[in-house]
Every structure is written in C-alpha cells, then in structure tokens.
C-alpha cells in the first residue's frame, strides 16, 4: 500500500530514492527565487558587494564626485550626471521641486544629534539650474537655523517644512526666496528617534499634504480644529496647509520613507522592514512588531521582502515618456546599506498592484554611496540624493563615531539618453489660465501638480469657469480632466452635474478619480449616496473600490446592506448599472477585499450604526459577512453580535473561536457567565478549544481590571483537571544534551508559500531549535512503499554533519530498514523519496529523524495507515495546554491539585518548561514553603542555565524575608547567568538592595554589579535616601562602563578570524539566545528587529551589538521596569495600551496583562530588550562561532 509523507526542513533540500540504508540523492528543484528577482548576493567579495560593503564602518576612503560617478553601472542607454556636490551643498535629506523647475532640499550636518532649542545649523536650499545643462549653477539658502529637516514642500507663498520638533509654515512675502514670517503649523512631534522623523510632505490630488511620520516616536498631534492624530513608528498621516486638521492615514510599517502618486489617485511608499512596496489604502493597518491586527487582518501589501537590505528610502515612479516603456512602469527605491536603486514593475489584479524584481537600474562600487531619495523632476530625469557617507546605521555604529561624514553630499540626475521634458523648465509662477490649464493635458506628473497648486492657491476661483469649460469638452484627455476636476473641488466650484457627468465618464480613471471627489465633498446628499452605490456595480475594480471607500460617508442600514451585497455579487434593485449584475470579489484582488472589510469596519465602529445593525434582521449570509468586521469593533454590540453568530451560524472552529475570544472582552459580566457556560456545554469534548476561550476570558478580566467571575473560577478548575487528564503526545523528542526548550518542537505549519502547495495543506514537523536530537514517531507496520517530499534551505551551504530520516524497527532500533541522508542547500528547493518496503510489510516500527546540526523538518500526507500516524492535535499544542493547566492551580488557588504540581517538578522525564510552570504554581500555593525546593534546583549546575534562571524569576516574584534569605543562600553558590538573575530579583525590595550593596562593600560582588542593565533600575527604583547615598560612594570611582565594553569588544575582535568560528555551532547559539526575537529566513520571532542580511554589518559592528547592546538604542525596543502595588517587579517591553490595562512582553515574547489598579509605578528604563550579558555568558569560543554564523547570513 502507497503511503506519502511531506517533509520540509528549512535547512537542505534533495530528491531522494529510497533503498535500505541511507540513501544518495537525486536533485530535481523547485526555487524560490522567480524569473526576473535578483539572486541573493554573492557572500564573497564582488566590485557591488561583500568586503567594503558588508562593514557598517567603510573602510575604504571617500571618492571625488567624477570618481564615484565613474563607479556607477546602468542599463544601456541611461546615463548619469551630477546635479550639485560639496561645498555646494551639504548632505541631502529631501528633494522637492517648486513651480519655477527649481529643486529644493533640506540638508543636515546636525545628523544624527539633535541640536538644542534655536540653536540648529541646518538648512534648507534651492538649487537652480539656468542653463538647462543639467546642473545646478546657483544656490540659494532659504533657511539655516534648522534642526534636523527632513520632509519640505515648496508652496506658491514659501514653504513648509519639519525642524525638530514641528511643522512650520514659512511664509515669503516679497518674493526673495528668504522667509519674512513663520508659524507652528503642527507639532510638537516625537524626537526620541531621529533617523526618520517627519519626512516627504507630498502633495496630493485632494489638496492635502501627506507625509510619513517616521521610526520609533510616538506624537499626537492637534490639529486648529482641536482634533488629534495619534501616531506612532511607520504611520502615515495627512494634513491641511493651513494646519487645520491632520490626520492618520495607515497604521503599522516601521520606517517608512519616501510616497508617490500615480494616475489612478493611489499612494505609494517603500519601508525598510515591513514590506519593501506598499499601496497605502487609507485607514489600514499594516504589520509592525508586535502589533495584532483588529479583526480583520492586516493591510496586503504589494511584495514581499526578498533581497534588499532593510534600509530602503526614496521612491520615484517615471511619468514622462522619456524612459523606454518597460521602465515608464516601474517603482524605484533606494536601498542605502547595499548602494543601489532597485527597479520593480508591476501590474494590477483587479484594482491590486502586484510588484516584481526586475534587479537594479542602478549599482556602484562605492561603498559610501547612500541613495536616501529619489523623486522624478518636472523635467521627467530621476534626481537621487546622495548621502555619501562611510556611516549610513543609526542603531548599528554609535552616533557619535567620528567616522561620520558631515561635509559630502551629493545629487545625481538620471535620464535615458538624455532626453528631457522640456516643458518642465517652464516658470509657472508667471504662466497664465491657459497655459496652466495646457499643462495638465501634457505635462508629467510632478508638473500636473504644481500646477494644481498655482490654479488653485495663485489664481483661483477666476480659473474656475475656464477648468469647467474644459470638463464640457468631449475631447478633453483623460489627465487634463482628472486635475481639472480636483482643482474646481478644492476651489469649492465644481458643479454637481460635472461631478456626476464625470462619475458616468467612458473612461474609467476618470469614474475613480469622480468617486474620491465624492468622497472627499462636505456635500451629502441622496443623489450622490445614488451614484456611489451605483460605482459598486461599475465593471472597473478601481472604479468599485472607490465607490466602497466613499460609501463610509453614509453609515446607515443601507448602506452596510450594498457593501454586503458587493462580497456577494448581488445588485441592488434600481441601484446598479443599466443591464449588469454586480461584480463579486475577485480573490485575487486583495487591496479591493480588504478595502471592503475596512469600509464594513468603519461603519460598524460607529455606534448608533453599530448598535442598529447588531439589532437588524440578517440573512444568514450576511450575518458571516459582518462577523469578520465586527470582530475588529471594540464595543459591546459587538460582543452581543457575536456570541449570537457562533450561537446560530455555520462557522469554521477557527472562527468560532476567534469570534467568541472577542465577545468574551466585551461582554458584561452577567453576558460573560452565559458565554462560559455555553462554551463549556458546546466543546465539552474539545479540551483545546476550551482552552483558547478561557485564555480570552481570562485576558478580558485583566484587560477591563474586573474580578473574576465565579463561572469562570468554576471553569478553571475544571479545566485544569481535563487538560492535566488529557493524552499525552505519542510523537517524541529526545535532545542530545540536556537543554530547556521554551516550548514542544514538534508542530503544525503550513508550508512556505513560493514552494506551490495548497494552503491548507496541513504540515507536521518539528524545531529543536538548532540543538542536535531525535524525534520519533509512534509504532505503525509498514507499507508498501513510503514516500515522502523534502523542502529546506539553508545559508550554511555545504557545512556541518547531514540530517537523516530513517526508519527503524520498533523491536530492535538498531535494525535500520532505510534511511535518506540530507545535505544543504542555498535556497528553497522540493524534493522527493521513494522507500520499497514491501519485503517488510507488516512490520512495527519507528520513524525517526536526526538533526545533527540544526533545522526544520515537516511531515504530512500520512494516509492509510491502520493506526493514524499524525495526531488531531500538535503535540506542541498539547504540552502548551498541560503547562498552561498547571499554572491555572497556581492562579486560581487550587490546592486539591497540589500534589500533581510537586508530582511534575520532581519528575525528570518531563521537559523542563512543564516542571518551572509547575514551580510557579507551587511558589503561588505556599511560596515559604516550597522557596528551599527552588532553591537547590537553581544551586544544581546539573540542570540547564536557562531553567535555573527562570526559577530564580520566579522566586524574585514573592518578595518576602524568608524567600529572599533562600535567594542569598543561592547567590553564594551560583554563577554566570543564574547569579545576575538573583541579583535582579533581589535588587527589587529594601532588603535586598542593602544585602546586593553590603556584598560589594565587602568584596563579595564586583562593583560592577551595581551599573549591569537590569540591575541598576532596580536598584534605583524606589531607593531610600541613605541606600542611594551608599550606591554614589561604591560607584563613585567605576570607570564609564563603555570604556569597559570598548576594550572587551576590542580583545574579543583581536582574536577572531572566520577560522576561528564554527557557523554551523553559531548557528545553534542563535537559535538558543537569539531566535525568539530575531528571525531570519522568516525563522524565529519578531519581537525584535529580522536579521536577513545582518552579515553586512561586518564584525565590527555585530560584535559591538552582542556585547554592548545599550550603545545605540531604538526607543522601539526600550525596556520599562513595572512595580505592582503586590511588591513584585516586572521588566518588560511595551506593547499597548488598553482603557483599563496595559500590555507588555518579557524577553521571551511572551505578552502579559496588567490592570492599571494593580500598578504602582512604571519607569523607562536605560537598557533595551536586548539581553547584556554575552560579555559572560559567551566563552570566547561561543562568541567566536556566532559571529561566524552571523557573518554568513546575506
């Protein structure tokens, strides 16, 4: 009998053939690098990369302008000229152009300090080039008492630009380009960061001017109609030239740099960690560390991140008909680590751009070359800024290295043969109606909107009669009608008969550009709420998008019933378009499927509405289509909604049990005791699904700060006694050495999504998490044949012992019946194995796979089996809900269980993360009592580091006499880690900071002590005035601790060499100390920042970063130290902010709730998440072989 089972390993990847005894293998493949993408680059060193390119510091000397332009490689045909340099210029930040063709740019030698109050030195330019040569021949200094400029944009009376830390409007009243007034125009904005702040003001079709907020800060910003936009890290907002309102257009995103438009009206903007190019839809939520999206998903982007570095900025897409045609439709975006322009066409689904690598336009072979924007110039060439520098990191090299380049700064001007827009010279400050209004019929983009802005802010309503004189024509051209009809709307002078003239036009750019306007019209009126639920049955997706967006400007019952009526592809009685039915969603066409989610949302979110829809009679369909919006609406309607669909619709688990994890933090608490018991008496059987919803009852409780219900008290015991009573895995695992794993390796997962399998294709595998072990599977008799398919990568090519899979017999494992070997591969690739087993057919055995070095395996298809070979649930699943049971008797004072805690922290065949949940429970039940226990399990050097420091975490959470004198105990007979871990915990109470301070004075503990991250917060949290007085005088002669780490980096890279280190060891490491914040080739956590491509930073920088992580913080990532008002001490990262709780997330990532009520002071800490300690607890060796790991991942 055939039996197949898939197998992907992230880590190597062949076709083998099965044959008793491991096998070779034969290779067919199937890459995950698409025709077109840019192959990863080459780890050795190239003229474009590896050596000077991979150090953060570059070590090579600054060229001339004529030598670096000498190092530049383009497509035949394109050329590139220098626009301005030193001294000219400075280093440019942001290029903006104004209505005369003059380039403007803010410049920064501040960069990256932030200069005091009025004391800024940097300045914004114009740049002008006269003679049309294409270089600049004059400059101007418009401002120079700035500080730090980014985002700038040229207006028809001044400018407005960001100095730290507002906007302003300049205002320049005789015409000298020199400002005669100014004014706070928004602000103040968030500093903390100043590697991205405010920047690319970009005028927009609207009349507004859009910009990006920038990395880390977090700003809330009033606009004059007393309104306030919220902004955080990667969001992006909008705002009114005169400063009466701003704002939020997208969530989420992390460093987003650079926006532009194109014909259709649609947004665009690179990022450096989220995804590379994204559509911005106006009110999405995009991904962000640590961000969970609000019911309905997060924001789809337009590709993912592939081989760029993760530090792109600059944005352009070419209007002019200058370049040849498979440029025209094209993104380009700078990438300043890897100096280069990256080219990515794309085309729509739908109304959905989907982008594609098409490699670069642009390479040099000067590692100083930073490409910190691009924008096309109104005379269609492409103007790059250049930042040159030997520094370009923010984080990765300090900010005060005196290898930072502050004079150099270059411009550079591309075009295709040197062809130009010569209509782009024009001075359209002195240009009448006419020759305005010719102009958006011909000119590119960037001019189409600067002559916008004259029509509408320089001449006004006099241009009004003129504009609607062109929407009458017949023959007027598409772009020429498009900004035509923009103008009059800003000039409150288009006529609603044009508007509805242009929301009926032939052409259908022209039907979308007519539904925004719609959107954007104070006016409401029957008519027009007609027209937009008419644009649902447009037959153009763009068209039919819009019309979704403009229809949240009528939150009513009908309105919510046509958007319902578009997932289902049904008209409107008298509402669609003469003999058309209306369109569905086309799957594929994401942007229009969120769109329409978000739209549902919005409406949902408004309460009259909400509650008059969670009170409407619904077909059954629609009440599934209004699930999923509803889901994201934090209100108690939508609870209510909710608990009533999974009560009467036909709804997946999956669903079920998102759908009632959010009534559950929404209900009442009367509502709350009927969704318990409905859950319990509905999945009595399904102990999993009980344990998801009772962890959402029981995040709601911390979350709104209430007290338990009785029910759910009841629950728990109940509950614990199930799952504690529940199988245990059939699948295990056994690790080479003994090591705390933070959780069971073996899992469900899908598979990577460029390998071509079916989504749902359920995948069964496992992670040790780079230790070297075995898993095994249950008994089962052989088949016939066994087959099974491989996918793997790894970036340690050709490194390291292979895996194995084999199959053993299960009366005698060392009766091997076959075996396939597995070497490595560079890039993801499916494979094959075929085993003949029919001469054991009938057999009982094993199967089992080794992994000698590190990786993934996963298994799936298995059919036909007498015995069912895979469980219903993942035996990862399975300890998380036995560990979770065992703390439940802890949290909810279950005694009669007692004896099963003190059962499983003694048991040794159990992992290690089952007995700590069981010594947390304990510590909780009789903390005096059980305190000894902990205490020789931390002193036994037997077990691993990592389960010994989190039980000294653990006895740290009781802060009392009899606990902390267990903990004092400990300290003398522990070492490395665990110490430093007794001596935070320690460091919390009165007592203890006498005990850690008394040991210093007596030469017990080094001096040092008193300044390690994480202690000192500590200790100076809550200080008394005498112990604080005691701390100034022993640290009074400690020499700065960056003097201290200064030289062990130093002897650390003294005796490093590549041949020094074992990667494939290093890589172990990573995934020991590393992986549950980092991730790299999507492997691992992203509490922290992803490290794909980190080998770049050279060893310079990677170890100043293992060995001194506070040098260069990112608030992004600052720790803040917790005192509850019960005495315990928390230290954990930010996460959100709720009305009644705030949520955070220890070093492991895992988030934790605490009720406002319950805190007694929160302080911001000097340290990151970043754990400093591998100065210790990395021998040499170690460090040795993690950098090498570190320095292979390109």
């Known amino acids: 009998m055939p039996f197949r089972i898939n197998i992907l390993q992230t880590s190597y990847l062949l076709l083998l053939t099965g044959v008793i005894g491991c096998t070779a293998a034969l290779k067919f493949t199937k890459t995950g690098t698409q025709p077109g993408q840019t192959a990863p680059a080459d780890t050795a060193k190239t003229r474009f990369g590896g050596g000077d390119f991979d150090e953060h510091i570059r070590k090579s000397d600054p060229r001339s302008p004529e030598a670096e332009r000498a190092g530049f490689v383009l497509p035949p045909g394109f050329e590139i000229n220098l626009f301005a340099s030193e001294p000219l210029i400075g280093k440019p930040l942001n290029i903006s152009f104004d209505a005369r063709g003059r380039m403007w740019i803010t410049q920064s030698g501040e960069y990256p300090f932030a200069a005091k109050a009025g004391k800024g030195t940097d300045r914004i330019l114009i740049l002008e080039d006269r003679n049309h040569d294409g270089r600049a021949d004059s400059v101007t200094t418009v401002l120079d008492t700035l500080n730090i400029p980014i985002g700038l944009l040229p207006t028809h009376d001044g400018l407005l630009a960001f100095s730290i830390p507002n906007l302003y409007r300049f205002t320049d009243t005789n015409g000298d380009d020199k400002p005669d007034q100014s004014r706070r125009l928004l602000g103040p904005f968030g500093y903390t960061d100043t590697h991205g702040m405010v920047n690319h003001l970009t005028r927009g079709f609207d009349g507004w001017i859009q910009a990006c907020h920038g990395f880390t800060n977090l700003s809330k910003v009033p606009g004059n109609d007393g309104d306030t936009a919220k902004l955080e890290s990667g969001s992006t907002f909008r705002f009114r030239p005169d400063g009466s309102r701003a704002e939020l257009v997208s969530k989420g995103r992390v460093n987003p740099f650079g926006l532009v438009y194109d014909n259709w009206g649609y947004l665009y903007s690179p990022d450096s960690h989220s995804s590379p190019l994204t559509q911005l839809i106006r009110g999405a939520e995009y991904q962000h560390f640590g961000r969970i999206s609000e019911g309905i998903g997060f924001a789809p982007a337009m590709k993912p991140h592939e081989h760029e570095a993760t530090a792109l900025a600059g944005i352009a897409l070419p209007s002019s008909p200058f370049f040849p045609e498979a440029y025209r439709r094209s993104f380009y975006v700078g990438d300043v680590v890897k100096c280069r322009i990256y080219r990515n066409s794309f085309t729509f689904n739908g109304s959905s751009p989907v982008a594609k690598n098409e490699g670069e336009l642009l390479r040099s072979d000067d590692s100083w070359f930073r490409p910190v924007d691009i924008v096309e110039g109104p005379d269609g060439a492409l103007y790059v800024a250049d930042f040159y520098n030997r520094i370009i990191g923010h984080y990765e090299v300090p900010l005060d290295n005196p290898g930072r380049d502050r004079q150099r700064g270059r411009i550079w001007r591309i075009t295709y043969k040197g062809k130009t827009d010569k209509l782009g010279y024009t001075d359209w400050t002195k240009a009448a109606v006419p020759e305005l209004i010719n102009a958006l019929a011909k000119g590119n983009m960037p001019v189409r909107m600067l002559v916008m802005d004259q029509l509408v802010n320089r ?53 979308t550009h007519a539904m ?12 027009l709420l007609a027209e937009a639920r008419r644009g649902l049955s447009d037959s153009n997706p763009h068209v039919r998008r819009a019309a979704v967006e403009a229809l949240t400007d009528y939150p009513n019952l009908e309105t919510v019933r046509a958007l319902l009526n578009v997932q289902a592809g049904k008209s409107m009685p008298g509402k669609s378009m003469p003999g058309k039915s209306m369109p569905g969603v086309d799957s594929l066409d994401t942007h229009l499927t969120y769109t329409l989610q978000l739209a549902l949302r919005t409406l949902l979110r408004n309460k009259p509405l909400g509650w008059e829809v969670a009170a409407a009679s619904w077909t059954t369909t629609q009440q599934l289509a209004l699930a999923r919006p509803m889901s994201g609406v934090a209100e108690e309607y939508a609870g209510q909604f909710l608990f009533q669909a999974v009560k009467m619709l036909p709804l997946s688990k999956a669903d079920e049990l998102t759908y009632l994890g959010h009534a559950a933090r929404f209900l009442t608490a009367a509502e709350r005791d009927a969704l318990v018991q409905f859950v319990r008496d509905k999945y009595a059987a399904d102990n999993s699904a009980q344990f998801t919803l009772f962890k959402s009852v029981q995040q709601a409780i911390k979350k709104q700060g209430s007290v338990t219900n009785e029910s759910v008290k009841r629950w728990a015991v109940l509950l614990a006694n199930a799952l504690l009573d529940g199988p245990r895995s059939d699948w295990t695992f056994r690790l080479a050495e003994p090591v705390y794993l933070k959780d069971n390796p073996i899992f469900f997962s899908p598979p990577p999504q460029t390998m071509g399998f079916a989504k749902d294709q359920k995948f069964f595998g496992f992670d040790l998490g780079g230790y070297k072990g075995v898993v095994k599977s249950p008994i089962f008799m052989v088949p016939k044949q066994l087959s099974f398919s491989v996918i793997q990568l790894n970036s340690l090519l050709g490194k390291g012992p292979k895996h194995l899979v084999r199959l053993v017999s299960a009366t005698d494992t060392t009766h091997q019946l076959a075996c396939a070997e597995f070497d490595k591969s560079d890039d993801y690739r499916a494979d094959q194995v075929v085993w ?20 993934i395996i996963r298994l799936s298809n298995v059919q036909r089996l007498s015995t069912p070979l895979l469980p219903t649930v993942s035996p990862k699943e399975i300890d998380e ?85 267990v903990m004092e105990s400990a300290l003398k007979r522990t070492k490395g880690e665990v110490q430093m871990e007794l001596l935070k915990s320690l460091a919390s109470s009165a007592m203890g900071k006498d005990l850690i301070m008394a040991q210093v004075h007596t030469g017990t503990l080094y001096t040092r002590v008193l300044v390690q991250p994480g202690i000192q917060d500590r200790l100076l949290l809550n200080i008394s005035k005498p112990q604080k007085e005691q701390y100034d005088r022993l640290t009074a002669n400690l020499s700065p601790i960056d003097e201290a780490r200064e030289k062990l980096i130093t002897s650390r890279l003294s005796s490093f060499t590549l041949l020094s280190g074992v990667a494939d060891n290093g890589r172990q490491l990573f995934a020991t100390h590393c992986a549950t914040c980092h991730q790299i080739n999507k492997e691992g956590g992203l509490i922290g920042p992803q490290l794909d491509g980190i080998g770049s930073w050279g060893s310079k920088a990677l170890a100043t970063k293992i060995l001194d992580p506070n040098r260069n913080m990112s608030e992004a990532f600052r720790m803040y130290t917790i005192k509850l008002k019960s005495g315990g001490v928390r230290t954990a990262l930010f ?60």
Do not use: C
């Not at 003949?836 to 990786?855: K, M």
């Not at 895992?1150 to 800490?1165: G, K, L, N, Y």
């Open 881 to 965: 809900q036995k560990r979770f049971a065992l703390e439940l008797i802890g949290e909810y004072g279950i005694t009669v269980l007692e004896p099963t805690l003190q059962a499983t922290l003694s048991d040794t065949s159990l992992p290690y993360y089952l007995r700590l949940a069981a010594a947390k429970s304990l510590m909780k039940l009789a903390p005096v009592r059980y305190a000894r226990l902990l205490g020789g399990y931390i002193e036994d050097e037997h077990y691993p580091v990592n389960f010994r420091t989190e039980l000294a975490t653990v006895l740290g959470d009781s802060p009392r006499p009899e606990i902390q004198a």
């Open 516 to 527: 925004r306007v719609l959107h954007e019209s104070p006016e409401q009126s029957d008519t």
């Open 1135 to 1194: 996460r959100r902010d709720d009305a009644q709780s705030i949520t955070y997330a220890d070093v492991t990532g895992t988030e934790f709730v605490v009720p406002r009520h319950d805190i007694a002071e929160v302080q911001p800490s000097r340290h990151t998440l970043m754990p400093d300690q591998f100065g210790t607890v990395l021998a040499e060796k170690e460090f040795n072989d993690l950098l090498s790991y570190l320095l292979t991942v390109k």
């Open 459 to 511: 001449i006004g309503q006099p241009a009004a009669e003129p504009l609607r004189a062109v929407l009458a024509k017949k023959s007027t051209p598409p772009d020429q009608y498009v900004h035509s009809l923009w103008v009059l709307n800003q000039l409150h002078a288009l006529p609603r008969a044009q508007l509805l003239s242009a929301l009926r036009h032939k052409q259908a750019v022209i039907r």
């Open 836 to 855: 003949d087993l029919s001469a054991h057919e009938g057999e009982p055995v094993r199967l089992e796979i080794v992994d000698q070095s590190s990786g």
